[in-house]
């Protein structure tokens, strides 16, 4: 009965389910506008190229926003910068919706200019919330909070351009893009409602420290610090060799190699994000507390290997249950990592330390791209691409196993 009782405390907490919710409707709104934007350029305007400048105004702003917004969320009330980022985010997405209303046809580069805003004012959310939640839920129970957490964050961006896909057939852009902002409106105003433990309301009184200071002492703790030195470099290494390859390599390989169709590689996409939520849940019902670097590192090994395997398939069923497997690696890997930086890392720098964690590796998502985009125009199949990029995982995962032992004996 206590076990139980201690399962479900979690929910129990309001502040929790109240950041739960928000988190929900943040990424349920991204996704349901980058799915509102592309279409319209696509279907609309008939500029397919276009989505590619599009995607660059969201990233690169965003990128740099969550460096500002980590040390934003060292210095500030998490929920007031959550607040800032949800509203300010609706009132850019209802200003689009007036001229969605008024104009016949909006052009691209004010779709572009509107990407760059929602970068960055969502690039302040993230750091805000992973700074906050440590705050309001016990150590113990980090691990399973971040689960729940990013698995919301996965059925929100898998449920999202379905759910704007079933709308837009049956009102138009502007009445979308103001239900979206209602919905942003409302988590801001929800999150404001989060009780912060009393020792942290004093955030605000303290006096004001150089921002450049703060940003450099964020960098230097990084990186001096063993530990955060080490998921650093992780976070790195997977998003550079695990992003072009697997995500921009999907349909490349389902129509390449399986001979495959739109349908075939709908399958391949739902079992990758299927994995994707059944590893947060598996990973939130283990609670894992115990040798979590240790098992990470033997995960990072494992998705090498599922790369590998991955690469070498000819069939159909067999591509989407390997892709099942490797989709329950990530979160598996991505969530213990989390937990230890909200864990170990000194409070006053959480924000800092995961923006800088988030931002490194967020910004070699591009670069894989272009890495991959440049190893298919030299005539470098797919499959030969993704098995090659397995490699630098598992190398990473032997150095970093050897070279810094305080990540296999954390807990």
């Known amino acids: 009965m206590i076990k139980q009782e201690k399962k479900f405390n979690l929910l129990g907490s309001k502040s929790f389910v109240v950041l739960l919710i928000a988190t929900v409707a943040s990424s349920l709104s991204l996704s349901m506008f980058m799915f509102i934007q592309s279409w319209y350029v696509v279907a609309e305007l008939n500029k397919e190229a276009g989505l590619g400048i599009i995607m660059i105004c969201l990233t690169v702003p965003r990128m740099f926003s969550m460096i500002i917004g980590g040390v934003l969320a060292d210095q500030k009330r998490q929920n007031r910068i959550m607040f800032l980022s949800d509203s300010s985010t609706a009132i850019v997405l209802f200003g689009l919706a007036i001229l969605f209303m008024y104009f016949n046809e909006v052009p691209i580069w004010i779709l572009a200019i509107n990407a760059a805003f929602i970068g960055i004012f969502g690039g302040i959310f993230e750091p805000a919330r992973d700074s906050l939640l440590p705050k309001i839920v016990k150590t113990e129970q980090l691990t399973r909070a971040n689960s729940m957490t990013q698995g919301a964050i996965q059925i929100a961006l898998f449920s999202g351009p379905l759910l704007a896909g079933l709308l837009i057939s049956v009102i138009s852009y502007h009445l979308l893009l103001i239900i979206i902002s209602l919905l942003l409106c409302l988590s801001g105003i929800g999150v404001l409602f989060i ?196 490699l630098p995982l598992l190398a990473c995962t032997a150095i970093l196993f050897i070279l810094v032992p305080v990540i296999r004996k954390t807990d």
Request: positive net charge; glycine residues 10%.
């Open 195 to 390: 009780k912060i433990p009393q020792k942290q309301n004093r955030l605000d009184e303290q006096p004001e420290i150089n921002f450049i200071n703060n940003l450099k002492e964020g960098f230097v703790y990084t990186w001096q610090e063993p530990l955060m030195r080490g998921i650093f470099i992780i976070a790195m290494v997977s998003n550079l060799f695990i992003s072009g390859p697997l995500m921009m390599g999907l349909p490349i390989f389902v129509r390449g190699v399986l001979d495959g169709n739109s349908l075939d590689f709908s399958f391949v996409q739902g079992g990758l994000t299927f994995g994707m939520i059944a590893g947060s849940v598996l990973i939130g019902v283990i609670n894992m507390k115990k040798n979590r670097g240790a098992y990470t590192l033997y995960l990072i090994a494992l998705q090498g290997v599922g790369m590998l395997v991955f690469s070498q398939i000819q069939t159909l069923s067999i591509a989407v249950i390997v892709i099942i497997i490797i989709g329950v690696l990530i979160p598996a890997i991505n969530i213990p990592l989390v937990s230890m930086v909200q864990t170990y890392t000194d409070e006053n720098k959480v924000g800092r330390v995961m923006s800088l964690i988030r931002t490194g590796s967020l910004g070699l998502i591009p670069l894989s791209y272009a890495i991959t985009s440049s190893l298919l125009g030299l005539g470098i199949d797919i499959n030969v691409i993704m098995a090659w990029s397995s």
